[in-house]
């Protein structure tokens, strides 16, 4: 599995981004793709997932209400709409893939990952 997310830059405080990860090597539809994030000197952290065929989501507490994603099947592509954005929301952002849901995301324990893209909030 190859993934690659894009959509990183730079924004304002309250401001949006839509970061996209292009998946390939295996059937896209039977994996979950999340979200992790690290913003320097700290730990990667769990950001958010979604389902391969049921579109069932989990998201870290500290994005739910203003992050979503979403997933084209047709396309291989997974998004992550970022909205009201905050400075503590700046950092690299990386997709991941792992045919199943559950703790391990949480963990971080994940099968594939991709290289991030990075994200920067200014207040």
């Known amino acids: 599995v190859q993934l690659q997310a894009s959509g990183g830059g730079s924004v304002q405080a309250g401001g949006s981004l839509r970061l996209s990860c292009t998946f390939s090597g295996r059937i896209f539809s039977d994996y979950a793709v999340g979200w992790f994030r690290q913003a320097t000197g700290k730990e990667r952290e769990f950001v958010a997932v979604?389902?391969?065929?049921?579109?069932?989501?989990d998201y870290a507490d500290s994005v739910k209400g203003r992050f979503t994603s979403s997933r084209d099947n047709d396309k291989n592509t997974a998004y992550l709409q970022m909205d009201s954005l905050k400075p503590e929301d700046t950092g690299e952002y990386y997709c991941a893939a792992d045919q199943y849901l559950g703790d391990r995301w949480q963990k971080k324990s994940v099968e594939f990952w991709g290289q991030g893209t990075e994200v920067t909030v200014s207040s």
């Open positions: 979604i389902s391969g065929r049921y579109g069932v989501r």
